[in-house]
């Protein structure tokens, strides 16, 4: 099994920052692909963000600029720095690792980012 631990949310002003980190344990590999979802009320969960190495990342075009996606391999960690947000990054924001050990995608429960005045 892998288990995936989001932290890092919270409330922020629009144009302010937040740091979200992913903490995964149980059998990884460098080469799994680590990604960011994000929920909002009544709507499907989307990607923000993807990766497998500093130099392997995706990003969706809502985010592009603005959220910086990178990964601790050391420490089992990947990490999403969102910045110049705004009302509508409100959502939960879910970490999500495809593994190659046991090929398939595990979730973590989330962390609720608000971004309002």
């Known amino acids: 099994q892998v288990y995936l631990e989001e932290s890092g949310g919270g409330l922020v002003q629009p144009g302010g920052s937040l740091r979200l980190s992913c903490v995964a344990s149980g059998s990884i590999f460098s080469g799994d692909v680590m990604r960011w979802y994000r929920q909002a009320p009544g709507k499907e969960r989307e990607l923000d963000a993807a990766?497998?190495?500093?130099?392997?990342?995706v990003y969706a075009d809502s985010v592009k600029g603005r959220f910086t996606i990178s990964r601790d391999n050391a420490e089992n960690t990947v990490i999403l720095e969102m910045d110049s947000l705004r009302p509508e990054d409100t959502a939960v924001y879910y970490c999500?690792?495809?593994?190659?050990?046991?090929?398939?995608?595990?979730w973590g429960q989330g962390t609720q980012v608000t971004v309002s005045s």
């Open positions: 990766i497998i190495s500093e130099s392997s990342t």
């Open positions: 999500n690792i495809y593994s190659s050990n046991y090929y398939r995608t595990f």
